[in-house]
């Protein structure tokens, strides 16, 4: 199979500019940059491209083809035909002008076309245009609105006989340009490490060569993600990317910008994806898509896991397991979770699912919450007790868990939980590990409190997700590294 190229787009205002990154992209691992005149004042074709550390494509897109090109059709063919004759490896032009680069040098001439509102009715039609301007490469690049789009492109891709491009901008796209070479795409294109995107959506250099080893997804790679909305903060992708690396697994986990769990996995599972993680807002709209759903997950009406096992989906909930595995390795020794007065914030997904596990594992319960309906009703169906969230204060239990999303970034300064209530030897669980210490673990440990952040939650229940997928023992350290090293990356 032929590998998939890595190009970086450069975006630079001046020549010396494009120069620094491209210098650096020949460092971090890129197959080629595009060098963009049309975004570059004055750009300087005999000093960008002489002595180029990297292969080229030369992009002068006039401004009524998307690009910043301000000057006549004349100046930018002289732009890129001076290019051509400089040796550049490929030229990107509009369909007018591809004829008139002939016999200007050995360049492979692209022919592109870009949608920047969305995609076109007919996408052969316009894969047919390109190809006929007699050009090397076709390249296409619509924007997707939904995740769904990317399958038109897809299929454009494994009928192609010419080198073709064929990428969605903006965030449901991204699909797109991960697997561009899964499906036989010619190139794609990323955005420099810590740099300006080019477009919509396009990751940065060091998540395509390192987290979703673009290099290394061809035909037979197994496809794996998070189906969320909204999806971009999700750290699945480098926790579950990192435990694939780490054993050597011919695997991909994509995030998943999904708006309907049903049309999405029953045209995504035949392309080759063998399970998902579900997430908000789609935990409990998952289980009607679902052959077989486990009893627990079926209990607290919430699936966090798809495995598709022979053909067939099945549904789990590893939450349960995660965030009680993390709790009860940090309790003292010779306590346990049975017969302990926990006291539970939160009714929502997450909350419904430790109120079985806990009162299964034991525990003596009271559920609070901001709508105290969803406290009551969940409370009746455990066998717990429900108090409106402004009586916290009155509370003294032994386990207090956090399960609302208060105190998630960026809204860091908040805290569901009255300072009061917090006591030596009160142990705090917070679901929230995005800050790592949230004002309410700062606060609990100030006062004298055991915490327990909810990092471990979330590797604990990656991890047998993992194992749910693969039958392999998680590499839980590595998966816990993973998360670590983005959070302080966001930090
Ligand atoms: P969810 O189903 O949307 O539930 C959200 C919960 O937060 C509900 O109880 C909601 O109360 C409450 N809430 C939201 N805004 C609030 C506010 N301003 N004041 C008081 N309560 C508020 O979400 P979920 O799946 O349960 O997830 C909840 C949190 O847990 C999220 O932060 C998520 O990231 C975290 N989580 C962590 C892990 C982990 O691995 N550590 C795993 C799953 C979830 P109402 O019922 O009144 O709306």
Same mark, same amino acid.
């Given at each position: 199979m032929r590998r998939v190229l890595i190009c970086v787009s450069i975006v630079a205002s001046d020549t010396a500019g494009a120069i620094a990154i491209m210098q650096q992209a020949a460092k971090d691992g890129a197959d080629l940059v595009e060098l963009r005149?049309?975004?570059?004042?004055?750009?300087d074709v005999d000093a960008l491209l002489v002595g180029r550390p990297l292969p080229v494509m030369v992009t002068c897109r006039p401004v009524h083809a998307g690009g910043g090109y301000k000057g006549s059709k004349e100046e930018r063919l002289a732009l890129l035909r001076r290019a051509m004759e400089l040796g550049a490896e490929y030229v990107d032009a509009e369909p007018d002008i591809v004829p008139l680069l002939r016999g200007y040098g050995s360049a492979q001439v692209v022919a592109s076309y870009h949608d920047f509102n969305g995609m076109p009715e007919d996408l052969p039609a316009v894969h047919r245009a390109l190809v006929a301007t007699g050009a090397d490469v076709v390249k296409i690049a619509v924007s997707a609105r939904r995740i769904e789009d990317n399958l038109r492109l897809f299929s454009l891709l494994r009928q192609a006989d010419v080198p073709t491009i064929a990428l969605a901008m903006g965030e449901a796209g991204l699909l797109s340009r991960v697997l561009q070479g899964r499906f036989g795409g010619h190139l794609t294109f990323t955005a420099p490490n810590g740099g300006q995107a080019a477009a919509p959506g396009q990751p940065e250099l060091r998540d395509m060569l390192e987290m979703y080893r673009v290099h290394d997804i061809g035909p037979d790679t197994a496809l794996y993600g998070v189906i969320a909305n @909204?999806? =971009?903060? $999700?750290l699945s992708p480098a926790m579950h990317n990192a435990a694939f690396r780490e054993i050597g697994l011919d695997a991909v986990y994509l995030p998943l910008l999904v708006e309907e769990p049903r049309s999405f996995i029953q045209s995504f599972v035949p392309l080759g994806f063998r399970g998902f993680s579900v997430t908000i807002p789609h935990k409990q709209a998952v289980l009607a898509v679902l052959d077989e759903v486990e009893p627990l997950a079926q209990r607290i009406g919430a699936v966090n896991t798809v495995v598709v096992r022979d053909g067939r989906l099945c549904g789990y909930n590893t939450d349960v397991a995660g965030a009680l595995r993390s709790i009860e390795e940090t309790? @003292?020794? =010779?306590? $346990?979770?049975?017969g302990m007065n926990a006291l539970l914030i939160g009714a929502g997904g997450l909350g419904r699912a430790l109120a079985f596990g806990l009162t299964d594992a034991g525990a003596r319960l009271t559920i609070a919450n901001r709508s105290f309906e969803r406290a009551q009703q969940l409370a009746a169906e455990v066998g717990a007790e429900a108090v409106p969230l402004d009586r916290l204060a009155d509370l003294k239990p032994d386990l207090l868990l956090q399960t609302t999303s208060v105190g998630m970034s960026p809204n860091v300064g908040e805290s569901v939980v009255p300072y009061e209530m917090l006591r030596p030897g009160l142990i705090v669980y917070d679901?929230?590990?995005?800050?790592?210490?949230?004002r309410l673990l700062r606060e609990a440990e100030q006062a004298g409190c055991l915490t327990i952040s909810g990092l471990g939650h979330f590797v604990n229940q990656g991890a047998r997700q993992f194992e749910l997928w693969t039958g392999r023992p998680a590499p839980r350290e590595v998966m816990r590294q993973a998360v670590l090293q983005r959070l302080i990356h966001r930090a």
């Open positions: 005149l049309d975004l570059m004042s004055k750009p @909204p999806v =971009g903060h $999700s309790l @003292p020794a =010779g306590v $346990s979770l049975d679901a929230v590990y995005n800050p790592l210490q949230t």
